[in-house]
């Protein structure tokens, strides 16, 4: 879609804006990319959009003022109150304290619990292009066309009743199995996301640990991203250095009920600051 052609556009000024760079770009979606003029386009519960930011103006391209209080206000987490979560967490640790003012303003998405556990099951030993090569593949391949060349994530009714020789053509290797696998035990209903919702998040895990070759660190990036659990803490080999390196004898436990946001602030000053 050409970004000079969107339906309609909306603006929305708020104190509670944020970084679209750092919260696009931090290891939590794949479905997002910048354009030339800085703005960022994307899918997301089968709508398309682009959005751009002006000090405190987010501007919605390709949308109506229904969709930006029926999606994208939840989506992007506009309600929750970062600026006294992000004042809570920096008096824990110093270190946090220096990772929060270096990366400014993450939120958390609260993206569709589905394909937040296909996308990280996806994720799986692989790097960032890689993966969104793999899901773009299986969004032309199996999801419903939005707009010209525009797919939205194909659901689990669909994959559910295919073979691994029908994904052949994502290139994603032992992985088939595992979205297949996940697809199944979700349209089953032996996965209920809402269901995972209300449940206390050591069950929610041990639940989604059942799908095959969903490990600890997809199960919390499902938790987190996908079912916007906070306190989920996904540990992958970035975390893992830095929790050793500058929270020694720390658990995930340690940063309370808001784990997940600490978590994407530290994760993205390691991988970051001395580039």
């Known amino acids: 879609m050409n970004k000079n052609c969107f339906d309609s556009s909306v603006k929305l000024t708020t104190n509670n ?6 919260t696009f770009n931090c290891g939590q979606c794949f479905r997002w990319n910048q354009l030339e003029d800085g703005s960022f386009s994307g899918v997301a519960f089968g ?3 682009n959005i751009s930011k002006d000090q405190n103006t ?12 029926n ?6 987490d506009l309600n929750l109150d970062y600026e006294k979560i992000k004042h809570d967490l920096s008096n824990l640790h110093p270190i946090l304290k220096e990772a929060i003012k270096y990366s400014k303003d993450i939120h958390i998405l609260k993206q569709e619990p589905w394909e937040a556990l296909c996308s990280f099951i996806i994720s799986q030993n692989n790097n960032i292009p890689r993966i969104k090569g793999i899901i773009e593949r299986l969004c032309q391949n199996f999801g419903e066309e939005i707009s010209d060349g525009i797919f939205s994530f194909p659901s689990h009714s669909v994959l559910c009743n295919l073979s691994e020789e029908d994904l052949a053509p994502l290139r994603c290797g032992f992985r088939s199995a595992y979205i297949l696998d996940a697809a199944r035990k979700v349209e089953s209903n032996e996965i209920n996301f809402d269901n995972l919702k209300n449940m206390p998040i050591e069950k929610a895990r041990g639940e989604l640990l059942k799908i095959k070759g969903v490990g600890p660190k997809v199960a919390e990036c499902t938790l987190l991203y996908g079912l916007h659990k906070l306190d989920a803490f996904p540990i992958d080999v970035w975390m893992k ?7 020694e004898n720390k658990s995930p436990e340690f940063f309370g009920e808001y784990a997940g946001i600490a978590q994407q602030y530290i994760f993205h ?5 001395n580039k």
């Open 71 to 76: 999606i994208w206000y939840e989506y992007f």
């Open 269 to 273: 000053y390691i991988r970051t600051k």
């Open 17 to 22: 804006c944020f970084e679209l760079d750092e």
């Open 241 to 247: 250095r830095a929790m050793e390196t500058f929270f």
């Open 58 to 69: 987010l501007i919605f391209k390709n949308s109506t003022k229904e969709d930006l209080h």
């Open 47 to 49: 709508k398309y959009l």
